[in-house]
């Protein structure tokens, strides 16, 4: 490790000295729990010969899911975004629903994917997700439904969605990808809207290398996703509805069995981590590490700071180059804001105006490394470079404007 204390800026990586971290230090790196017994399983999963299309695995895991999260239907999906075209699709969206910009691509595009306009609505600057008062101000004649994004895994404001949804005659669906393990007034997210959707992808904090599901207590609809995750067929040569390829493999199933057996310690694991860069972090000014709330359950996947650039004196871009350089490879989750992303960017040239929120937060938000991948003295070392650097944020930043200058 370099050395780096409050008056040593000069030796950052950036500025020519040694970096931090010889290896990059990654935000998403996979939880990965129960080797020896994941390991067995994809053993009986070679021997058995059945790899795919709801093999037991999938079975198991989908049983003992349903379970943890108190649902009725857990429909496991090959990944998220397939869930999420799956649930839409099944749900009977169309014509224009109602999303937050401020959220991986994947949900806009899985609308835009089948001809449904994502209109974007702005978030609440304070929770990071959807505003209902917003949300009934984007609603029109075209509108079929409502996709609330629990950032974060911090639930939306459940209650006044879901009265929007009922007040407008509304589907609801919630992109839950983020928020597998959290609570909202005491209950597992899973059983809320018409349906949500969970991601378990290989940076997620329950991952099944890639993986999805669609939970809902509508038994009908978990009917009606089960066909389309499978071509539609109900039984040997008897196809019933349209239907793509939606469906988790075994070994994909036999990783989230392995992982969801561990769960409490994981969310032990990364409340931790969290919980050691919050102490470290606070009290620095135009710094906020946002919060978990305290009554509800979390998984603690992300840790996510929000940087004021007026207070600190330097633009969380220089930051996230000065860590970069240090191989800290902090993300700027979700920059720039799906409505100025290639395919939505000239259909939505004027939405800034709806979208102060959004923009906003663009350019405030920085993702840590965080969860099980690193460990105390990382935390401690990540902790202390951005204390450093935010510290000395003008100093840095006028440096910086001097190399780029010269270069
Ligand atoms: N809705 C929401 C709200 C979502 O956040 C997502 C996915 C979805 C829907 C769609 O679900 P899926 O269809 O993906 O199941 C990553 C993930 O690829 C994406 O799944 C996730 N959201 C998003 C928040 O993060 P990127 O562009 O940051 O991915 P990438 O490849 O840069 O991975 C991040 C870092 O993780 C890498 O720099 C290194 C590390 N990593 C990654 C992989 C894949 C590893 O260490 N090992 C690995 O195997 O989007």
Same mark, same amino acid.
């Given at each position: 490790?370099?050395?780096?204390?409050e =008056? $040593?800026?000069?030796?950052l990586?950036?500025?020519?000295?040694?970096?931090?971290?010889?290896?990059?230090?990654?935000?998403? #790196?996979p939880?990965i729990?129960?080797?020896e017994?994941f390991?067995?399983r994809?053993?009986?999963?070679?021997?058995?010969?059945?790899? *795919?299309?709801?093999?037991?695995?999938?079975?198991?895991?989908e #049983?003992?899911?349903?379970?943890?999260?108190?649902?009725?239907?857990f429909v496991?999906m090959?990944n998220g975004?397939t869930?999420?075209?799956?649930?839409? +699709?099944?749900?009977?969206?169309?014509?224009?629903?109602?999303?937050?910009?401020?959220t991986?691509?994947?949900?806009?595009?899985?609308l835009?994917w089948q001809?449904i306009?994502?209109?974007?609505?702005?978030?609440?600057?304070?929770?990071?997700?959807l505003?209902?008062?917003?949300?009934? #101000?984007?609603?029109?004649?075209? *509108?079929t439904g409502?996709?609330?994004?629990?950032l974060w895994?911090?639930?939306?404001?459940?209650?006044?969605?879901?009265q929007?949804? $009922?007040?407008?005659?509304?589907?609801l $669906?919630f =992109?839950?990808?983020?928020?597998?393990?959290?609570s909202?007034r005491?209950r597992?997210?899973?059983?809320?809207?018409d349906?949500? &959707?969970?991601?378990?992808?290989a940076t997620?904090f329950?991952n099944?290398?890639?993986?999805?599901?669609?939970? *809902?207590?509508?038994?009908d609809?978990?009917?009606?996703m089960r066909?389309?995750?499978?071509?539609?067929?109900?039984?040997?040569?008897n196809?019933?509805?349209l239907?793509?390829?939606?469906?988790?493999s075994?070994?994909?199933?036999a990783?989230g069995?392995?992982?969801?057996a =561990?769960?409490?310690?994981?969310?032990?694991?990364?409340?931790?981590?969290?919980?050691r860069?919050?102490?470290a972090?606070?009290?620095? /000014?135009?710094?906020?590490?946002?919060?978990?709330?305290?009554?509800e359950?979390?998984?603690?996947?992300?840790?996510?700071?929000?940087?004021?650039?007026?207070? *600190?004196?330097?633009?969380?871009?220089?930051?996230?180059?000065?860590?970069?350089?240090?191989?800290?490879m902090?993300? #700027?989750?979700f920059? /720039?804001? &799906?409505?100025r992303?290639? /395919?939505?960017?000239?259909?939505y040239? =004027?939405?800034?105006?709806?979208? /102060?929120?959004?923009?906003?937060?663009?350019?405030?938000?920085?993702?840590?490394p965080?969860?099980?991948a690193?460990?105390?003295?990382? &935390?401690?070392?990540?902790?202390?470079i &951005?204390r450093?650097?935010l510290?000395?944020? +003008?100093t840095?930043?006028?440096e910086?404007?001097a190399?780029?200058?010269?270069g």
């Amino acid at each position: 490790m370099a050395l780096l204390s409050e =008056d $040593l800026y000069s030796k950052l990586a950036i500025l020519g000295g040694d970096p931090l971290f010889k290896s990059p230090i990654h935000v998403g #790196r996979p939880t990965i729990r129960n080797r020896e017994q994941f390991l067995i399983r994809v053993n009986e999963i070679l021997n058995r010969g059945w790899l *795919t299309n709801n093999g037991p695995y999938v079975q198991e895991f989908e #049983r003992k899911a349903a379970d943890y999260l108190d649902v009725r239907n857990f429909v496991a999906m090959c990944n998220g975004t397939t869930a999420l075209e799956i649930a839409i +699709r099944a749900l009977g969206m169309h014509g224009e629903v109602v999303v937050p910009s401020f959220t991986f691509v994947a949900t806009a595009h899985a609308l835009q994917w089948q001809g449904i306009k994502p209109v974007f609505c702005d978030i609440d600057p304070r929770t990071h997700n959807l505003d209902p008062n917003e949300v009934r #101000r984007r609603l029109s004649t075209r *509108t079929t439904g409502i996709i609330g994004v629990h950032l974060w895994g911090r639930p939306c404001a459940i209650e006044e969605l879901s009265q929007v949804a $009922l007040d407008h005659n509304q589907r609801l $669906l919630f =992109d839950a990808s983020h928020a597998f393990g959290s609570s909202y007034r005491g209950r597992r997210v899973g059983g809320f809207g018409d349906a949500e &959707v969970f991601s378990f992808h290989a940076t997620k904090f329950l991952n099944t290398f890639e993986g999805g599901a669609v939970v *809902t207590n509508n038994d009908d609809l978990a009917a009606a996703m089960r066909l389309m995750r499978n071509f539609g067929f109900s039984g040997f040569d008897n196809v019933v509805s349209l239907g793509i390829n939606g469906k988790m493999s075994e070994v994909e199933a036999a990783m989230g069995l392995s992982n969801l057996a =561990d769960i409490d310690a994981v969310i032990e694991q990364n409340r931790d981590t969290y919980c050691r860069y919050r102490a470290a972090l606070t009290g620095i /000014p135009g710094l906020e590490v946002i919060a978990y709330d305290d009554n509800e359950d979390s998984n603690f996947q992300y840790v996510v700071c929000e940087i004021d650039s007026e207070a *600190t004196g330097i633009l969380r871009d220089d930051i996230v180059e000065i860590l970069h350089a240090e191989g800290v490879m902090a993300r #700027r989750y979700f920059y /720039p804001g &799906v409505h100025r992303m290639a /395919p939505y960017r000239a259909e939505y040239s =004027d939405s800034s105006r709806h979208l /102060p929120g959004t923009e906003q937060l663009c350019q405030r938000v920085l993702c840590l490394p965080g969860g099980t991948a690193v460990d105390a003295t990382e &935390v401690d070392q990540i902790s202390e470079i &951005v204390r450093m650097v935010l510290r000395n944020g +003008r100093t840095i930043s006028n440096e910086l404007r001097a190399l780029r200058h010269e270069g």
